[in-house]
């Protein structure tokens, strides 16, 4: 098993020079992804929510919505910052999901990249460096599937037979009247109401046929998550927070992007929607709206790859994305958007992708600026 992934991280890395990444080691492509579902010690983890991985999971995944992966209190403060848990709070929470310290992570999302870049990072900070992000993610197996397209053939057979039903049934409230007021024979009455039958009939029966197709053959499923908990151990010694930023670090890049500009060695992005950033909007839990001082308004869906349906732009594309808002992988760049683990968790890994070392997720992001009233705000 071993001998396998690693032979396919080889075959990833190969793939993903054709994107220009000089640091390959972070995604896996669809194509090698896919041979892996099912294996033991390998767990697909979504980022998206309960509700998105209900309509729609690769098969055996279990479900870790980034959103929720940050743990702060009312106030926005992270306890173990930068940190997004506590140890033993995650530790708890990562074995719930049936994982253990020798399982392999991928993660994904539904192919934009933000939820499983939180997934990726927070994994990483805690020491468990066998983690890769699926580039393309639900999206791009629904699309190797082969046996996708047969069930969308019989999905679009039931929908024609579901509708031939449903317009049977409204023709026969119809003719019951007309039968009634004796506009019709009770015979034609009685072979429109058999023909109903028998249209209600097949489209229940294509309708079991679909589901039970889709449950044992199908790649990406629906459902609930189905997992056993295991053990999972958190060594201390091996906690890595080089790309997690705590709020003093980015207080200290603000005062100097304020006296220096540009020609600050740091960068700060705030990778959220324009209603968030001018202030128009603000979560709940988050006393003030607005954005940091001095901050680059780069929003995380310029980096993913609409186009393509892929979690990010080829190198080149990432770079123009970069170089409008004079960001390059010399800066000393902090990303926050609300919780840390989503968009700006998109625009760290990018960075990554493009070979970047000092790159860092604000880990309180928006929920712990935004509630902190010693320090500044932009409207």
């Given amino acids: 098993?071993?001998?396998?992934?690693?032979?396919?991280?080889?075959?990833?890395?190969?793939?993903?020079?054709?994107?220009?990444?000089?640091?390959?080691?972070?995604?896996?492509?669809?194509?090698?992804?896919?041979?892996?579902?099912?294996k033991p010690n390998v767990m697909f983890v979504s980022g998206d929510s309960e509700d998105v991985y209900k309509l729609g999971h690769i098969k055996?995944?279990?479900?870790?919505?980034?959103?929720?992966?940050?743990?702060?209190d009312r106030l926005g403060n992270l306890h173990c910052e930068p940190l997004f848990r506590c140890v033993d709070d995650?530790?708890?929470?990562?074995?719930?999901?049936?994982?253990?310290?020798?399982?392999?992570?991928?993660?994904?999302?539904?192919?934009?990249?933000?939820?499983?870049?939180?997934?990726?990072?927070?994994?990483?900070?805690?020491?468990?460096?066998?983690?890769k992000i699926l580039n393309?993610?639900?999206?791009?197996?629904?699309?190797?599937?082969?046996?996708?397209?047969?069930?969308?053939?019989?999905?679009?057979?039931?929908?024609?037979?579901?509708?031939?039903?449903?317009?049977?049934?409204?023709?026969?409230?119809?003719?019951?009247?007309?039968y009634k007021a004796e506009e019709i024979t009770k015979e034609e009455y009685d072979a429109l109401k058999a023909e109903e039958k028998a249209a209600k009939k097949l489209s229940k029966t294509l309708q079991a046929e679909v589901n039970e197709f889709a449950e044992n053959n199908l790649l990406v499923t629906k459902g609930h998550e189905e997992v056993e908990a295991k053990e999972y151990h958190i060594d201390t010694s091996k906690i890595d927070t080089t790309h997690l930023a705590t709020k003093a670090e980015v207080k200290h890049a603000v005062d100097d992007i304020l006296a220096h500009g540009?020609?600050?060695?740091?960068?700060?992005?705030?990778?959220?929607?324009?209603?968030?950033?001018?202030?128009?909007?603000?979560m709940d839990n988050v006393a003030r709206g607005g954005h940091v001082p001095g901050a680059k308004l780069l929003e995380w869906k310029h980096i993913s790859d609409a186009d393509r349906k892929m979690s990010f732009k080829p190198a080149e594309g990432l770079e123009e994305a970069f170089a409008k808002f004079n960001i390059t992988t010399d800066h000393?760049?902090?990303?926050?958007?609300?919780?840390?683990?989503?968009?700006?968790?998109?625009?760290?890994?990018?960075?990554?992708?493009?070979g970047?070392?000092?790159?860092?997720?604000?880990?309180?992001?928006?929920?712990?600026?935004?509630?902190?009233?010693?320090?500044?705000?932009?409207?």
């Avoid at 392999?104 to 990249?113: F, R, S, T």
């Avoid at 579901?162 to 007309?178: D, F, G, P, Q, S």
């Avoid at 740091?266 to 128009?280: F, P």
């Avoid at 970047?356 to 500044?376: E, I, Y």
């Fill in 1 to 38: 098993m071993k001998k396998l992934i690693s032979l396919i991280f080889i075959a990833t890395s190969i793939s993903f020079a054709a994107d220009g990444y000089k640091n390959n080691d972070i995604l896996i492509s669809p194509e090698e992804a896919i041979k892996l579902i099912g």
């Fill in 60 to 72: 055996g995944s279990v479900e870790m919505y980034a959103h929720h992966l940050h743990h702060a």
């Fill in 90 to 131: 995650a530790e708890e929470y990562i074995g719930s999901k049936g994982i253990d310290n020798d399982t392999m992570i991928i993660a994904y999302d539904d192919y934009k990249g933000p939820n499983a870049t939180g997934v990726y990072h927070f994994f990483y900070s805690y020491g468990h460096k066998n983690v």
């Fill in 136 to 178: 393309g993610g639900r999206n791009a197996i629904m699309e190797l599937d082969p046996n996708q397209a047969i069930y969308e053939e019989k999905r679009k057979e039931w929908k024609k037979a579901k509708k031939t039903a449903k317009k049977l049934k409204k023709a026969l409230r119809k003719a019951k009247k007309a």
């Fill in 262 to 282: 540009d020609d600050s060695k740091y960068r700060i992005v705030d990778t959220r929607g324009m209603i968030e950033i001018i202030g128009q909007r603000k």
């Fill in 332 to 354: 000393t760049v902090y990303a926050y958007c609300q919780v840390g683990t989503g968009r700006s968790s998109e625009i760290i890994t990018a960075l990554q992708l493009l």
């Fill in 356 to 379: 970047a070392k000092d790159v860092k997720v604000f880990s309180g992001s928006w929920d712990a600026w935004g509630n902190d009233m010693n320090l500044p705000i932009k409207r």
